[in-house]
Structure formats: structure tokens, C-alpha cells
T-cell receptor, first 112, second 114 residues
Framework: GQQLNQSPQSMFIQEGEDVSMNCTSSSIFNTWLWYKQDPGEGPVLLIALYKAGELTSNGRLTAQFGITRKDSFLNISASIPSDVGIYFCAGQGTGTASKLTFGTGTRLQVTL | KAGVTQTPRYLIKTRGQQVTLSCSPISGHRSVSWYQQTPGQGLQFLFEYFSETQRNKGNFPGRFSGRQFSNSRSEMNVSTLELGDSALYLC?????????????FGEGSRLTVL
């Protein structure tokens, strides 16, 4: 099945550091979303982006919808231990293609 | 407000058997979608239901089927199980048709096929 290219695959960072991850696609999407999945849980929506160029924040999280509509990035500032988990980007098309295509995930691990 | 509830949480089946998984969406949500999550393929869209009608279907064989009831609860069925069907099956709900992409996921049903 189709997946979005997400990088990095995994990262170890120290508490307090900033984190960046991005997602690219060969297809255009009308909506970009970022989800986080903790062990044993389902993904939880962090941020949704609906316009090309849009920059949206949710606390320490900031995400942008790329101007080409083929990419998005997520930044986490001043990481804390509870940021550990897997972060997924997801893209959504329009009309009948209104299903989510998920990225391959970025596993974030924080060292104290 | 109760979240999305999936049952069973864990189950083990053998090849050739069939399985039915259940999903109760958040109260008031009428759209339910299903995803398969595996280490190799990641999260893959299975299907979406709204008002008891299948609106979208992913690229899975006909062994995978689903339905939605009038109370918005949904079930998915996998027949003639194969080893490769071992996965975490996630159900997600949203208030209306899945057009915003803002989904509320359950904790999933982890299926192991032996």
C-alpha cells in the first residue's frame, strides 16, 4: 500500500532539545495531519493543517503544510520524557479519495 | 465522554479461521473507519462507513469485509485467515464523513494468526 516518506525513522534526543521531522509525498494532499501513538494505544491527533503554507502550533508543537502541498514538517520544542512515542504524518485527498495515507512513522526516544 | 471502544483487545486464531472485530464509536460520531497496522506496512486504510454505507475501501482482498449498524457501531470480518493478517486493527471514529481527517482512534484489536 501507499505510504508517505517520513524522516527520520527514529531519533534519540536529550530532554530539553528541539526535534524536527518531516514527511514528503509524490502526491498532492489537501489536508496534512500529525498523530502520535504511545505503546499499546491508538494514534492521537496532534495537529491538522488545511491550507498550503499554513503554520499551526499546539503548545510546544508546530507544524507546517508545505507550499507545494506535497510535504509537511513537525517541530517539537524543549522535548520532555512524555514526548516519547511514534509520530505519524498523514495526508488526505479530496472527494472519494478521502481516506488517510499515513507516513512510515518517526520513533522518538528521549534520554534524561 | 467515552472514547472509541474496540473488542476484543487481543485474540489468537489459526490459519483458515475467520475473525470478527467490533468497534463502538464515540457517542454521536457517525463515521467509522478501519486501519491495519503492521511493522512492515505501517498503517493501511481498510474501509470507511457512514450511516451504514461503505464510503471508501482500501486495497485489501475480499476476505476483509465490514459493516455498520444503525447505532453507528461497526464490525469488521476477516475470513480464511492467513499468517500475514497478524496485525493491530485500529478503528477510528469521526463526527461526520471522514473528510477532515480528524480521527479518534481506539486502542486496537491485536490479532495473531498461527
Amino acid at each position: 500500500g501507499q505510504q508517505l516518506n517520513q524522516s527520520p525513522q527514529s531519533m534519540f534526543i536529550q530532554e530539553g532539545e528541539d526535534v524536527s521531522m518531516n514527511c514528503t509525498s509524490s502526491s498532492i494532499f489537501n489536508t496534512w495531519l500529525w498523530y502520535k501513538q504511545d505503546p499499546g494505544e491508538g494514534p492521537v491527533l496532534l495537529i491538522a493543517l488545511y491550507k498550503a503554507g499554513e503554520l499551526t502550533s499546539n503548545g510546544r508543537l508546530t507544524a507546517q503544510f508545505g507550499i507545494t502541498r506535497k510535504d509537511s514538517f513537525l517541530n517539537i520544542s524543549a522535548s520532555i520524557p512524555s514526548d516519547v512515542g511514534i509520530y505519524f504524518c498523514a495526508g488526505q485527498g479530496t472527494g472519494t479519495a478521502s481516506k488517510l495515507t499515513f507516513g512510515t512513522g518517526t520513533r522518538l526516544q528521549v534520554t534524561l | 465522554k467515552a472514547g472509541v471502544t474496540q473488542t476484543p483487545r487481543y485474540l489468537i486464531k489459526t490459519r483458515g479461521q475467520q475473525v470478527t472485530l467490533s468497534c463502538s464509536p464515540i457517542s454521536g460520531h457517525r463515521s467509522v473507519s478501519w486501519y491495519q497496522q503492521t511493522p512492515g506496512q505501517g498503517l493501511q486504510f481498510l474501509f470507511e462507513y457512514f450511516s451504514e454505507t461503505q464510503r471508501n475501501k482500501g486495497n485489501f482482498p475480499g476476505r476483509f469485509s465490514g459493516r455498520q449498524f444503525s447505532n453507528s457501531r461497526s464490525e469488521m470480518n476477516v475470513s480464511t485467515l492467513e499468517l500475514g493478517d497478524s496485525a493491530l486493527y485500529l478503528c477510528a471514529s469521526s463526527p461526520g464523513p471522514m473528510n477532515t481527517g480528524e480521527l479518534f482512534f481506539g486502542e486496537g484489536s491485536r490479532l495473531t494468526v498461527l
